[in-house]
């Protein structure tokens, strides 16, 4: 009995447990229900016609405005029969396809291109293959409806007469056929028909009739393709005789033509845009693009011109920012809120680019910075230059104008605190300066919010100091005009001290190797070795070859005048002398031949090889001098051997070690390969 009375017990405690949970779930629903119902928010009226608004142009965008805004079906407009439609759903309901179709159906059915549409010939026959795939699309059965018949029909069909067409069009005009398999591909196929057909010449009332039809499936198929990262230009060259179908050809071919310089055919770019549904989904974002830059050349040119006012002061700058702001509003009604973007701003004599703002008002905001900054940057009195800045700035200040000082103060804190931190001889790059930056990147931007200008020209720095070390290595050589003619040593000496230079230090190893190159070049001109020009050298590399040919200068004379030549003129009229003078049967030293010889490379290759004749003969003639005068002594030897780096002596002769040490360390050169 009493185990009895235990398993009642515990059965009834189990009982207990179980209901209150289920009716506490069931309470607390209720109650969640009752204080959501309470927590609803009920669109107001202005809502409601915003959420219609955006529901239109999303739905049937595409359909001409006369339609959207004064065609009535039953007295009602489309745009107020939408609005109703949206106030009577039920909650968490929402307008489907199948209400979209319909409702184009509805206000599209008597549409004066389509009911309009009569053929003049009221005799003409019509085909029975086309009336057959015709039937198929609106069979009683609704499984057995297809389009593939007349897929297949239209891609070998013969040329309609115009009761075949209209009647093509009355039935294709059906918005119900867009939910049949395979809709797009019957499109393409009768677009292809047509244009193969000739049919915008031969009807063009009845293309026009059509052309909505083709301007949304169109449309369709480049969203889908362009989703698979499909270019633009891709598009059009493949279906550019269906797109002159419902735009102008011409300016299809120029947009192709363009080859992406979009900015080069924007008239055209304007005038697709404005052409349909298809036009704006093709040209959207590059019309974005150029609204962007409109506006930022607006805010340049509002921002020059306020800071051509000298004292610029506080109120200078609330003058400016006020009108910067019609701008910033018409800017943000054209692009609804898409407003985020990477810009190009000019600052220090460079353009920074990829610099991302959230907003016009940002980017008005760092153009005001960068304008005020290039004023006060390096000036006495004005902001702190940074090191790096130092070795990037391109020439003097931009702006020349005089800023009202408590505008400086913020950005001045904010330098200060960047010198301290970035101004340590540990610090080998400028990662390592970004890297501590971007740590202290909040307590500088509470000094100065407009800071991320400098930290993007700092992300940038390391590639233009890599242009400024080319610059610098050029000025080290001989100017390309006859007035900048230096000397190899003195060139040498100049190539040494920028190597030793802070920027060059700080610089990445790409910058320091092609420095170390040119300096290779000049000591092994200087030891008689002519560089090498191949096909895969760089561009610089060939814009130092044509500073050190400015090394070579030759006197000739012209109407009885000194006209001296300099680089490969000189090199090649040299070159010429010479050889008249061999040819003439007088001797040619070797030490005239030497002269030439570090600029062999801007001889041909087979001046190259005569010169190299010469200059054999030329150590023949001057050996058997040597012996026939008897100065065959070991100690005072002076024979000579051609090799491919230069003339040394032989060895064993009393100069000829030490000659023959400084050409083993020079790499030869495979000149006369």
């Given amino acids: 009995?009493?185990?009895?009375?235990?398993?009642?017990?515990?059965?009834?405690?189990?009982?207990?447990?179980?209901?209150?949970?289920?009716?506490?779930?069931?309470?607390?629903?209720?109650?969640?229900?009752?204080?959501?119902?309470?927590?609803?928010?009920?669109?107001?009226?202005?809502?409601?016609?915003?959420?219609?608004?955006?529901?239109?142009?999303?739905?049937?965008?595409?359909?001409?405005?006369?339609?959207?805004?004064?065609?009535?079906?039953?007295?009602?407009?489309?745009?107020?029969?939408?609005?109703?439609?949206?106030?009577?759903?039920?909650?968490?309901?929402?307008?489907?396809?199948?209400?979209?179709?319909?409702?184009?159906?509805?206000?599209?059915?008597?549409?004066?291109?389509?009911?309009?549409?009569?053929?003049?010939?009221?005799?003409e026959a019509v085909s029975n293959d086309l009336l057959n795939a015709l039937a198929r699309l609106h069979d009683d059965n609704p499984a057995a409806r297809s389009n593939a018949m007349?897929?297949?029909?239209?891609?070998?069909?013969?040329?309609?007469n115009q009761t075949e067409w209209i009647g093509m069009v009355k039935v294709m005009?059906?918005?119900?056929?867009?939910?049949?398999?395979?809709?797009?591909?019957?499109?393409?196929?009768?677009?292809?028909?047509?244009?193969?057909?000739?049919?915008?010449?031969?009807?063009?009332?009845?293309?026009?009739?059509?052309?909505?039809?083709f301007d949304r499936a169109l449309a369709h198929h480049w969203t889908s393709l362009k989703k698979s990262n499909v270019k633009l230009s891709t598009f059009l060259e493949l279906h550019v005789d269906q797109l002159a179908l419902i735009m102008d050809r011409t300016d299809v071919l120029a947009v192709i033509a363009s080859k992406d310089s979009m900015s080069l055919v924007r008239k055209q770019l304007a005038r697709l845009y404005d052409n349909g549904e298809c036009g704006r989904a093709m040209m959207a974002e590059h019309m974005k693009?150029?609204?962007?830059?409109?506006?930022?050349?607006?805010?340049?040119?509002?921002?020059?011109?306020?800071?051509?006012?000298?004292?610029?002061?506080?109120?200078?700058?609330?003058?400016?920012?006020?009108?910067?702001?019609?701008?910033?509003?018409?800017?943000?009604?054209?692009?609804?809120g898409r407003s985020k973007r990477c810009i190009v701003i000019d600052f220090f004599g460079h353009a920074v680019r990829d610099l991302k703002v959230e907003s016009p008002e940002e980017e008005v905001d760092l153009r005001i910075a960068a304008a005020l900054k290039d004023c006060c940057i390096g000036l006495v009195g004005g902001l702190e230059l940074l090191s790096y800045e130092r070795w990037l700035r391109a020439g003097p200040n931009a702006v020349k104008c005089e800023v009202e000082r408590c505008l400086m103060e913020g950005a001045a804190a904010a330098r200060r605190?960047?010198?301290?931190?970035?101004?340590?001889?540990?610090?080998?790059?400028?990662?390592?300066?970004?890297?501590?930056?971007?740590?202290?990147?909040?307590?500088?931007?509470?000094l100065d919010p407009t800071f991320r200008l400098e930290l993007a020209f700092l992300s940038q720095a390391e590639s233009l100091v890599g242009a400024a070390i080319r610059t610098a290595t050029l000025a080290c050589l001989p100017d390309l005009s006859a007035k900048g003619a230096?000397?190899?040593?003195?060139?040498?000496?100049?190539?040494?001290?920028?190597?030793?230079?802070?920027?060059?230090?700080?610089?990445?190893?790409?910058?320091?190797?092609?420095?170390?190159?040119?300096?290779?070049?000049?000591?092994?001109?200087?030891?008689?070795?002519?560089?090498?020009?191949?096909?895969?050298?760089?561009?610089?590399?060939?814009?130092?070859?044509?500073?050190?040919?400015?090394?070579?200068?030759?006197?000739?004379?012209?109407?009885?005048?000194?006209?001296?030549?300099?680089?490969?003129?000189?090199?090649?009229?040299?070159?010429?002398?010479?050889?008249?003078?061999?040819?003439?049967?007088?001797?040619?030293?070797v030490k005239e031949i030497e002269t030439l010889r570090p600029f062999w490379w801007l001889l041909a290759q087979g001046d190259i090889q005569q010169i190299q004749a010469i200059l054999t003969q030329s150590i023949k003639t001057a050996t058997d001098k040597g012996r026939s005068s008897g100065a065959c002594s070991h100690s005072s030897s002076s024979q000579l051997v051609l090799k491919n780096d230069g003339l040394v002596k032989k060895k064993g002769s009393a100069t000829g070690g030490a000659d023959a040490d400084s050409a083993k360390k020079a790499s030869p050169l495979k000149l006369f390969q």
């Fill in 150 to 160: 007349l897929v297949r029909f239209l891609r070998t069909a013969p040329a309609f």
């Fill in 173 to 213: 005009s059906d918005p119900k056929l867009e939910r049949l398999r395979n809709h797009d591909e019957l499109m393409l196929e009768w677009m292809k028909f047509a244009s193969r057909t000739e049919a915008k010449n031969l009807f063009p009332a009845e293309i026009r009739a059509c052309s909505l039809l």
């Fill in 486 to 589: 230096i000397a190899m040593d003195l060139a040498a000496i100049k190539l040494a001290e920028l190597a030793k230079s802070e920027m060059v230090k700080r610089s990445n190893s790409a910058s320091k190797g092609g420095l170390e190159s040119v300096q290779m070049v000049v000591a092994n001109m200087q030891r008689g070795i002519s560089p090498e020009l191949q096909a895969g050298h760089s561009d610089h590399f060939v814009k130092v070859l044509d500073h050190c040919s400015m090394f070579f200068s030759h006197q000739t004379s012209k109407d009885g005048e000194a006209a001296p030549l300099f680089g490969k003129p000189a090199v090649i009229a040299y070159f010429q002398t010479l050889t008249d003078k061999h040819s003439a049967g007088a001797e040619v030293s």
């Fill in 417 to 446: 605190l960047v010198a301290e931190l970035i101004d340590d001889a540990r610090i080998s790059s400028f990662s390592e300066m970004a890297q501590i930056i971007v740590a202290k990147a909040n307590s500088i931007a509470c």
């Fill in 1 to 123: 009995m009493a185990k009895k009375g235990n398993g009642e017990n515990a059965a009834q405690k189990k009982a207990v447990k179980k209901v209150p949970l289920k009716a506490t779930a069931v309470a607390n629903k209720e109650s969640l229900d009752n204080d959501s119902a309470k927590k609803i928010r009920r669109l107001r009226r202005r809502d409601s016609d915003e959420k219609a608004d955006r529901a239109i142009e999303k739905n049937v965008k595409y359909l001409p405005k006369a339609i959207v805004e004064r065609k009535e079906s039953n007295g009602i407009l489309l745009r107020q029969r939408v609005k109703q439609d949206m106030k009577a759903l039920v909650d968490g309901k929402r307008l489907g396809p199948t209400y979209w179709s319909n409702l184009i159906a509805e206000y599209m059915d008597d549409a004066p291109e389509v009911s309009g549409l009569a053929p003049v010939n009221k005799s």
């Fill in 289 to 336: 693009q150029f609204s962007a830059l409109d506006f930022s050349e607006a805010i340049v040119g509002i921002v020059k011109k306020a800071f051509m006012k000298t004292p610029f002061t506080m109120k200078n700058l609330a003058e400016c920012k006020s009108e910067c702001d019609t701008m910033v509003q018409d800017f943000a009604s054209i692009n609804k």
